[in-house]
């Protein structure tokens, strides 16, 4: 049968139903080693976690913008990389760019995702306000939520940061007990419910470096994480509770406090299922698969012999790790065995095909010792990361969040208004007395009655004047507290993390049960 044209194009137009929303997501990544304040020594490798995070969103988004210079040692390592200065001015026209562009490509219905990653350190001034140190300034905790943060309703937006006190940024937790507080404040992050954190610090933590990974610890670890390492439901994805649980089994060898890190990481409130890197939509020329009969202890290293992965694997855990291309990779496992993986090979590849080869380890001591036998001392799989959900994340994920309630309740307004309304009532009732013992004082032609008569005149008026201007300032302050006064509510509120988990009660808070 031959159908009219029109008809046809009514069809076409049926079967081909509504299109599918586009994925887009950019990473502006800043990395500065000197600090702003005096007595803070310069850090040695936030550039290098600065580059290597671009190399890493190279394949992840689509944009990357690089802020970032690189001291002597590391100018040779990324010569070829494009980055600009890390100063104030640089850093928020960049915000100011990137938060356009994704408000941009959300219009067009786009679903867009925008990571802000900053290695380098943080700080408090004297009013407990946060800061970020930039090579000529400071990125205050304003310009994060004026220049990108309050954007947010249009697009998701991660907020990494690898810096001293990063956890400036979840005040309302109340960890910041040894600092002066901020006081109240309009700039609450549980507001803005399309906003991730992957935090270094939950509170006043030190930013810690370890030469051995030419690296931040934390940043290490999450590079790691997120290379797919931390994948323990194997669907292709990395979800934050993957992260959290991957990080914290990285640490859990680590007992000396001082040297032992606390991360906070929360997904999106308004989003908790989103993963943080879906491999679907990354473009990794090629991904290595690993898989062992006994507990690996296992480092990727690149053709510069620098770290690009180090994970320790429970036996029978497989995992797929994406791998950058255009340069070889060695993989070693348990510093006995290494594995060569060509830079020409695309496409997954499992390590149980490749040739192995001796390796010798290398020796330590001091700090350099004590990383090395504690760091990723605790084999990584479903069953670590699942002790760690049910036990520890969903308290420490745990928050306060200020509500403001109808104006019809507040307490006080009601009272003073109440107790205004009834002074009012009692001024005039007395004023109606003294009224009525003046007509009777005129009215006898006793002087003992009138005098007795015009006590209870000057007694009725003034207890009648005293409560109708006390009633009147009641009444006054009732209405200035409902119109300006909204009372609030501190509510606890453990974030929903999406159809994969679910929350067990416990005392005192919550606990995350996995399904892997």
Same mark, same amino acid.
């Given at each position: ?5 029109? @008809? ?21 990544? @800043? ?5 702003? =304040? ?13 580059? #290597? ?19 002597? +040692? ?13 100063? !104030? ?89 040894? !600092? ?27 930013? !810690? ?7 931040? @610890? ?29 990080? =914290? &089994? ?19 409130? $308004? ?21 062992? +009969? ?48 060509? $830079? ?5 590849? +499992?390590?149980?095909?490749? =040739? ?44 306060? #969040? ?36 003046? =007509?009777? &004082? ?37 209405? &200035? ?36």
């Amino acid at each position: 049968m031959r159908y009219p044209l029109p @008809i046809l194009a009514f069809i076409f137009f049926l079967s081909a139903g509504p299109a599918e929303a586009a994925h887009r997501s950019m990473a502006l990544i @800043i990395g500065n080693n000197r600090p702003v =304040d005096e007595g803070l020594d310069p850090l040695k490798f936030a550039d290098d976690d600065a580059f #290597r995070y671009e190399r890493f969103f190279h394949f992840v988004a689509d944009e990357v913008t690089l802020l970032a210079r690189s001291d002597t +040692d590391s100018a040779a390592l990324y010569a070829n990389v494009a980055a600009e200065a890390p100063t !104030r001015d640089n850093v928020i026209a960049s915000m100011d760019e990137v938060a356009a562009r994704a408000v941009e490509a959300a219009g067009r219905g786009d679903s867009v995702t925008v990571y802000f990653v900053f290695t380098g350190h943080g700080n408090y001034d004297a009013e407990g306000r946060g800061y970020l140190h930039l090579e000529d300034g400071k990125l205050t905790t304003r310009d994060l939520f004026y220049h990108l943060i309050r954007h947010s309703a249009d697009f998701r937006l991660v907020l990494l940061v690898d810096a001293c006190n990063a956890g400036f940024l979840v005040k309302s937790r109340g960890e910041t007990e040894e !600092r002066r507080p901020a006081g109240t404040t309009g700039l609450e992050l549980e507001r803005f419910t399309n906003v991730a954190l992957v935090l270094s610090s939950s509170s006043s933590g030190e930013v !810690r470096e370890w030469g051995r990974y030419l690296s931040g @610890i934390f940043s290490h670890q999450v590079r790691s994480a997120l290379t797919g390492a931390a994948d323990v439901n194997t669907d292709g994805k990395i979800t934050f509770p993957e992260l959290a649980a991957f990080v =914290d &089994a990285a640490n859990q060898g680590v007992s000396n406090p001082s040297l032992r890190l606390t991360p906070y990481i929360r997904p999106p409130l $308004a989003d908790p299922g989103m993963p943080v890197v879906d491999f679907a939509r990354t473009r990794f020329p090629r991904f290595v698969r690993m898989q062992f +009969d006994t507990p690996a202890r296992v480092t990727v290293l690149d053709s510069d012999l620098v770290r690009y992965a180090d994970f320790h694997l429970r036996a029978g855990y497989a995992v797929n790790v994406g791998l950058p291309g255009s340069r070889e990779f060695l993989v070693s496992v348990n510093d006995r065995i290494e594995y060569r993986l060509p $830079a020409d090979v695309v496409g997954t590849v +499992d390590l149980s095909v490749l =040739d192995g080869q001796a390796s010798t380890p290398l020796a330590s001591r001091g700090v350099d010792e004590y990383y090395v036998r504690h760091l990723f001392s605790q084999a990584y799989g479903p069953d670590v990361a699942a002790e760690y959900l049910s036990t520890r994340y969903g308290p420490a994920l745990a928050f306060t #969040r200020t509500i403001v309630r109808p104006w019809y309740e507040n307490g006080w307004a009601w009272a003073a208004t109440g107790t205004g309304i009834a002074l009012l009532g009692v001024g005039a009732a007395l004023e109606g007395l003294a009224v009525s013992e003046s =007509d009777a &004082a005129g009215n006898t032609p006793w002087g003992d009655e009138k005098a007795a008569y015009n006590d209870r005149v000057a007694r009725y008026n003034a207890l009648g004047v005293a409560s109708l201007v006390v009633g009147g300032g009641a009444l006054a302050a009732g209405t &200035a507290l409902f119109l300006f006064d909204r009372p609030t509510e501190q509510v606890p509120v453990v974030p929903n993390l999406g159809p994969d988990f679910s929350f067990l009660p416990l005392p005192g808070g919550a606990a995350v049960e996995g399904r892997f």
